[in-house]
Nanobody, 129 residues
Framework: VQLQASGGGLVRAGGSLRLSCVASGGTFSRYGMGWFRQAPGKEREFVAAINWSGSNIYYSDPVKGRFTISRDNAKNTVYLQMNSLKFEDTAVYYC???????????????????????WGQGTQVTVSS
């Protein structure tokens, strides 16, 4: 499975961007999908996740209410709509795919980078203050 992320760029604080991640080479509609980000000098952190059908969606606290994850299985694409961007949102954003379900009972299945099987190359988001 190959994941290609795009849509990053330079935006002023308060602005918006929409990231896209297109999957190829696998059965996209069966995968849970996640977005992570990594700022310089920091560990990769969970941003948002969506299960195969879109019925379960999860967000990290820093982005809740500002970011929206969605997917279009017909287009093999997952999106991350980012509104009200802040300087601290500056990072490289990665999409990731997980073959197994997001099992209930623990958030590690969607929050943990090690729980994902495939990763995209990342797209830079820079928010100017």
């Amino acid at each position: 499975v190959q994941l290609q992320a795009s849509g990053g760029g330079l935006v002023r604080a308060g602005g918006s961007l929409r990231l896209s991640c297109v999957a190829s080479g696998g059965t996209f509609s069966r995968y849970g999908m996640g977005w992570f980000r990594q700022a310089p000098g920091k560990e990769r952190e969970f941003v948002a996740a969506i299960n195969w059908s879109g019925s379960n969606i999860y967000y990290s606290d820093p982005v809740k209410g500002r970011f929206t994850i969605s997917r279009d299985n017909a287009k093999n694409t997952v999106y991350l709509q980012m509104n009200s961007l802040k300087f601290e949102d500056t990072a490289v954003y990665y999409c990731a795919a997980r073959r197994a379900p997001f099992y209930s009972g623990s958030d590690r299945y969607y929050r943990g980078p090690d729980e994902y099987d495939y990763w995209g190359q990342g797209t830079q988001v820079t928010v100017s203050s």
